[in-house]
């Protein structure tokens, strides 16, 4: 889908450092400062417009969550929201998510969301895809012992490549869907293209995979 550009983002999203955090390298290792709880932290590796994050936090209170998103004029929307309605339990950052272990330490975080993530379907790039071993890597050096990475998608070609990434990473799959809107999964949170895509007839492929202590 074509990101229009909106020049005056960057801007905003400058002007409101309640929501989108500023500086996010000074909390590492400190997130609950910002929160002022003990509550978990859950965060979304891209996180788009932020309509499923939003979601979580809303439907969840008892969970602190961050969104992460480096396409200024995507993230906007996200803050957008929380402007109409804030919700105490979100935070928002503008910063690439290759760059996780600049903004938390070793057990800051209890579960990482990875949605519709880009495919890259060539070859060449596999080491580009979020869910390439160097990444689980980066996302182990953040989440506690036992943390989660909760996965979805529409490309089945991705989700083939990242079971099998998850397997040979050692990951325990605790949960798979070949077709989510057609299974018993509850309380599913959609993200904005995943509706898009569901509403294609499309399949939606989840799995959530758990970090074992070694």
Not at 131 to 148: C, Q
Not at 156 to 184: C, P
Not at 197 to 211: L, M, N
Request: proline share 4%; with cysteine.
């Amino acid at each position: 889908m074509r990101l229009r550009h909106k020049p005056w983002a960057k801007e905003k999203l400058l002007q409101y450092p309640d929501f989108v955090v500023q500086t996010p390298e000074a909390y590492k290792g400190k997130w609950k400062e910002i929160f002022q709880n003990d509550l978990p932290l859950h965060i979304e590796v891209g996180t788009g417009k932020g309509q499923f994050i939003y979601g979580m936090a809303k439907a969840n209170p008892d969970v602190n969550y961050i969104g992460i998103e480096m396409q200024d004029s995507v993230i906007v929307s996200a803050l957008e929201k929380l402007l109409e309605e804030p919700l105490p339990n979100l935070k928002l950052l503008n910063v690439d998510g290759t760059n996780l272990r600049n903004y938390f330490a070793k057990d800051d975080v209890e579960r990482v969301y990875l949605n519709f993530s880009d495919p890259w379907p060539k070859n060449r790039h596999e080491k580009r895809r979020l869910t390439y071993k160097t990444f689980l890597k980066l996302y182990e050096d953040i989440l506690v012992d036992n943390g989660e990475i909760h996965f979805k998608t529409d490309n089945q070609g991705l989700f083939e490549y990242s079971l099998k990434s998850f397997s040979e990473y050692g990951l325990l799959l605790k949960f798979v869907s070949l077709d989510l809107h057609n299974s018993d999964f509850e309380n599913n949170i959609m993200t904005e293209y995943e509706e898009k895509f569901s509403a294609r007839g499309q399949r939606i492929y989840r799995c959530e995979v758990q970090y074992q202590t070694k």
